[in-house]
């Protein structure tokens, strides 16, 4: 019963991941769009910015939506069921979020003033 229980909530985060998923072409128009209104661009600037983003030439941030937390997938469990499975996904997770990449890394991409705003907004967030 309990292993039931565990195969229907994985197969449920599934079916709603897949449901959300969005194509990358999508991704990275939202992504795209995001970064230009982040960065208060209007006119030739935001042309130019969009025609390279759309080339891949620009860094943007990832919209991918974020995976559902162990107790998020465990929510239609209860008792020693939903201990369990959240004992043992969070021991499937990895240890250590991935390492933030530095604005010099972010911006490798990026060159002459689109190069400089970037550099200066990033490292006026740090």
Known sequence: MRMIAAAIVLASAFVGTVAQAQTPRSDLAQACSQ?????SLSGD???????RCW???VAVPSVMN???SCEDQARTLSGED???????CNARSPAAAP???????QAR???GEDKAR?????TARK
């Open 35 to 39: 970064e230009a209104r982040r960065q």
């Open 45 to 51: 600037a935001l042309t130019e910015f969009m025609n």
């Open 55 to 57: 080339a891949g030439q």
């Open 66 to 68: 974020p995976p559902q």
């Open 82 to 88: 939903k201990v369990r499975f959240v004992r043992d």
């Open 99 to 105: 390492m933030p990449q530095s604005c010099e890394d």
């Open 109 to 111: 991409t990026l060159s």
């Open 118 to 122: 970037f550099m200066r907004n990033c």
